[in-house]
């Protein structure tokens, strides 16, 4: 089971990024899967969930509006686009799967994580 | 919004006992999970439901809750078990629907 994430890098204050994450090793379709973020030096911080089949979506306070969730179970695949970034957006971001399809359950496994960073 | 409270930081010798506290109002009706960072590295599930281990996980390693505590304990605590610990709950509710504490550092001496 592994998850890989990639797309992070350098971003200007106000500019958009789209992170992908490649699920392999399981049966993809058939669980929930979320975004964690982890800023420099601070702690996890939960910020979106999609179930298997994308029906439910939920998203913290601090990115609804500016970030999306979505994901293609055609190729195994997560992505979260991030738009009108801001630099407290800065920070590694990781893809996690979820306990079956509930978004009560924990995160396992949790890929490497991406970074990215927001400057002005 | 729910708040869990973690420790910042533990110290223990090698060989002993390290108790890593999770508090939050009446977390011990919620399931916890606890996971294990070590530096530089992405985040290892290490209890969940309260008390199951996954697969892979040394059985030094177990899980409580009830009341307003919930608690990761290590026993016979090794140099490898050195990293940041954090619990994590479903609230559904508040700006947060799944949320995580602030992390406990543990050092071993």
């Known amino acids: 089971v592994q998850l890989v994430e990639s797309g992070g890098g350098l971003v200007r204050l106000g500019g958009s990024l789209r992170l992908s994450c490649a699920g392999s090793g399981f049966n993809f379709i058939t669980y929930s899967m979320n975004w964690v973020r982890q800023a420099p030096g601070k702690g996890l911080e939960w910020i979106s969930y999609i179930s298997s089949s994308s029906k439910t979506i939920y998203y913290a306070d601090s990115v609804k509006g500016r970030f999306t969730v979505s994901r293609d179970n055609a190729e195994n695949s997560l992505f979260l686009q991030l738009k009108n970034l801001r630099a407290d957006d800065t920070a590694v971001y990781y893809c996690a799967r979820g306990h079956g399809d509930y978004p009560t359950g924990w995160f396992d496994p949790w890929g490497q994580g991406t970074l990215v960073t927001v400057s002005s | 919004s729910y708040v869990l409270t973690q420790p910042p930081s533990l110290s223990v010798a090698p060989g002993k006992t390290a108790i890593i506290t999770c508090g939050g109002n009446n977390v011990g009706t919620k399931s916890v999970h606890w996971y294990q960072q070590k530096s530089g590295q992405a985040p290892v599930l290490v209890i969940y439901f309260d008390t199951d281990r996954p697969s892979g996980i040394p059985e030094r390693f177990s899980g409580s809750a009830s009341g307003s505590t919930a608690t990761l304990t290590i026993s016979r605590v090794e140099a490898g078990d050195e990293a940041d610990y954090y619990c994590?709950?479903?609230?559904?509710?508040?700006?947060?629907?799944?949320?995580f504490g602030g992390g406990t550092k543990l050092t071993v001496l």
């Open positions: 994590q709950v479903w609230d559904g509710s508040g700006d947060r629907l799944s949320l």
